[in-house]
């Protein structure tokens, strides 16, 4: 092999090596903030605190918006740790008791649509319901590697919800 030919092949193994460098590792944007799987738990608590309001819950931490007064309203999020290491990640899209199917169309349009653009489209499809008489719940699952989107209705006390997530977790 002549040292040309030799310069040639370094080269374009190191293009490749760089272009398999760049490897899209999945994260979830919650306030301006992405997170990935395996971030320290102290990193994502002080990042969350900053525009949420967070309730523990064992080794998962329940994300809520909140109001002028910095009360708790409805739901954005859900995060699991297991040995201080973010494990699973959870968004609300849209969650609503309300009938507004535009908003509803639109909250899954932009979520399916961000999947789109980070090559998210091999993906599995399915359902699960749990049909308690209580507390009644169906979903439909779009599972896409590590992310996956849930559309689900729900029925309590309080009568119907729907709601939109995103999840992160290792497949």
């Known amino acids: ?43 994502v608590v002080a990042r969350l605190a900053e525009a949420f309001y967070l309730t523990p819950d064992g080794d998962s931490l329940i994300v809520w918006n909140k109001d002028s007064k910095g009360h708790p309203t409805d739901r954005a999020g859900m995060f699991w740790f297991k040995n201080g290491k973010l494990t699973q990640a959870q968004k609300v899209w849209k969650s609503s008791s309300e ?54 209705s729900f029925f309590t006390s309080g009568g119907f919800v729907t709601d939109i997530d995103e999840s992160l977790a290792a497949p």
Do not use: H
């Open 99 to 152: 009938k507004s199917d535009a908003d509803f169309v639109e909250a899954l349009y932009y979520l399916v649509s961000n999947f789109s653009k980070e090559g998210r489209t091999a993906c599995v499809i399915g359902t699960v319901e749990d049909l308690e008489p209580k507390t009644r719940w169906r979903k439909v699952v779009i599972q896409c590697g590590a992310k996956s989107i849930s559309v689900g």
């Open 1 to 43: 092999m002549t040292k040309r030919n030799f310069v040639m092949i370094s080269c374009a193994l190191l293009t490749c090596a760089q272009g398999l460098g760049q490897v899209n590792i999945p994260t979830i944007e919650l306030a301006g903030n992405e997170f990935r799987l395996g971030m320290a738990k102290d990193t």
